[in-house]
């Protein structure tokens, strides 16, 4: 039963692109955080350091910072003002040995992902962003290299996963209210027995 509710909250661990302007509290972002930090990392190098973005002045400022939607129209893609982000995580890793790094990020970001949408709220991964504009706005040290940001709200669309049409176009697509489709190829073309 319990592996039923974790494979609904995969169904629903959509990247969003719109959201509601609610804010979202200093315990809960903690916590994202908090049980990221504690995940598997290659060698327990532990290089990862968390920027948890939630005043609305920083939040405006890392706003131009970051790319949305590569596959749709900036116009369509770009969140408006009104529904952007309301919080942002920014993950940094020390320079040091990037072996295991990002294989590591891509642990910590689902492990935020999925607790958030446990709570209803949904996420974006912007690896599209003005890294070193972003490290002069929140002061992160010289010593570390911003990898990319994690959007955060409420969710204001809908997000769906409908069955891939043509395999050579995997790009997602938004209908008349705004709405995305994620095409996903079939589970018979991707996994196989041996």
Request: aromatic share 10%.
């Amino acid at each position: 039963m319990e592996m039923k509710t974790l494979i609904d909250l995969y169904e629903t661990c959509r990247t969003y692109r719109r959201f509601r302007q609610e804010p979202l509290s200093r315990e809960f972002l903690t916590a994202l955080v908090d049980t990221a930090r504690k995940r598997s990392n290659g060698r327990n190098k532990q290089p990862w350091h968390y920027y948890i973005v939630a005043s609305r002045e920083n939040v405006a400022a890392l706003q131009p910072l970051v790319h949305w939607a590569a596959a749709l129209p900036k116009e369509i893609g770009t969140p408006k003002p009104g529904e952007q982000p309301v919080a942002f995580i920014v993950m940094a890793r020390e320079n040091e040995d990037p072996a295991f790094n990002l294989t590591d990020a891509g642990i910590a970001f689902d492990t935020i992902a999925l607790l958030a949408i446990s709570q209803g709220v949904g996420t974006a991964l912007l690896g599209a962003v003005n890294r070193k504009e972003i490290q002069k706005c929140l002061a992160i040290p010289e010593d570390q290299e911003v990898i990319f940001a994690i959007g955060l709200g409420y969710p204001a669309h809908k997000s769906t996963i409908v069955p891939l049409q043509d395999k050579a176009r995997t790009d997602y697509y938004v209908d008349a209210d705004r709405d995305y489709y994620v095409p996903k190829k079939a589970l018979e073309d991707v996994m196989q027995y041996r």
